[in-house]
C-alpha cells in the first residue's frame, strides 16, 4: 500500500498560483532576445517580438507520431547528407521571432543556417496540430513559416486523421497533397520520401 508524506508541504487545491515569481521575469512585450534565450525550462515556450508563449506539453501520441516522422526523415538526412531535429529545437524566421517546430531538417548538414543555440533556416519542418489551439499550426504557423522562405511545411493532424504537405510558391504556401488514412503521403521537393498516413497515425 502506498503511504503518504504526511510531513512534506501539501498542495492546496484552492491555492492561488505563485503570482510573485512572474515578477522575477520581464512583463509581455518587453523580453528581449537574450533573456529568452537565457530562459531554462522542460517546456516549450517560443519567442515573438518581445513576447514569450508557452505551448501544452505534447501527449503521448503527439510524441509517437513525432518520432515516427522523425525515422523517416532521418533515413533522408542520411541519404542526403543533411540532419534532421525534434524540438525543443529553436528556428528564428526573423530577427525578434522564434519558433520550435515539432521537427526541423536540413538537407546538408553543413548548412550555415544549422546554428548551436537555434536554426536560422530550414529546408521542411513538421508540426502535429495541438488540440489547445489548432489555429495556431493550422494558420499562424502556415503564414509564418512561409514568410521565412520554409520550402515545405508538414501537418498532422490527428483530429481528422489527414496529413497535409505544402510547399512554397511564391511568398505563400499551396497545398501539394492532402493525405488522409489508407493513403500514402509524397512530398514534394524529395521523391524518396513517403510516409503511409495510418502508419503515422497508429505509430506505436
Given at each position: 500500500?502506498q ?5 512534506a508541504?501539501q498542495?492546496?487545491?484552492?491555492a ?15 523580453w ?5 534565450l ?10 515573438s517580438h518581445?513576447s514569450?508563449e ?10 509517437a ?6 525515422v ?9 547528407g543533411g ?13 525578434g ?28 519542418v513538421?508540426?502535429?496540430?495541438s488540440?489547445?489551439?489548432p489555429?495556431?499550426?493550422?494558420v499562424?504557423k ?7 522562405g ?5 501537418i498532422v ?15 505563400a504556401?499551396?497545398v ?12 514534394a521537393a524529395?521523391p ?7 502508419a ?5
Open positions: 500500500m503511504t503518504v508524506d504526511r510531513s508541504p498542495a492546496d487545491e484552492w492561488e498560483p505563485a503570482w510573485d515569481v512572474a515578477l522575477l521575469f520581464p512583463a509581455q512585450g518587453a528581449s532576445m537574450e533573456e529568452y537565457r530562459l531554462e525550462t522542460n517546456r516549450l515556450v517560443e519567442f518581445g514569450i508557452v505551448l501544452p506539453m505534447p501527449s503521448d501520441r503527439h510524441q507520431i513525432v518520432g515516427y516522422l522523425f523517416l526523415l532521418l533515413q533522408l538526412a542520411n541519404q542526403l540532419t534532421v531535429r525534434t524540438a525543443p529545437l529553436r528556428l528564428q524566421l526573423w530577427p521571432k522564434l519558433r520550435e517546430p515539432d521537427l526541423l531538417f536540413l538537407a546538408s548538414a553543413d548548412d550555415p543556417r544549422r546554428e548551436d543555440a537555434f536554426w536560422t533556416g530550414a529546408d521542411l513538421v508540426e502535429v496540430v488540440p489547445d489551439d489555429h495556431r499550426d493550422l499562424t502556415r503564414f509564418e513559416y512561409a514568410r521565412a520554409i520550402p515545405e511545411y508538414w493532424d490527428p483530429r481528422d486523421e489527414s496529413l497535409s504537405i505544402l510547399r512554397l510558391a511564391g511568398d504556401y499551396a501539394h497533397g492532402s493525405f488522409n488514412r489508407g493513403e500514402t503521403a509524397t512530398s524529395y524518396q520520401l513517403a510516409a503511409d498516413v495510418s503515422v497515425l497508429d505509430a506505436p
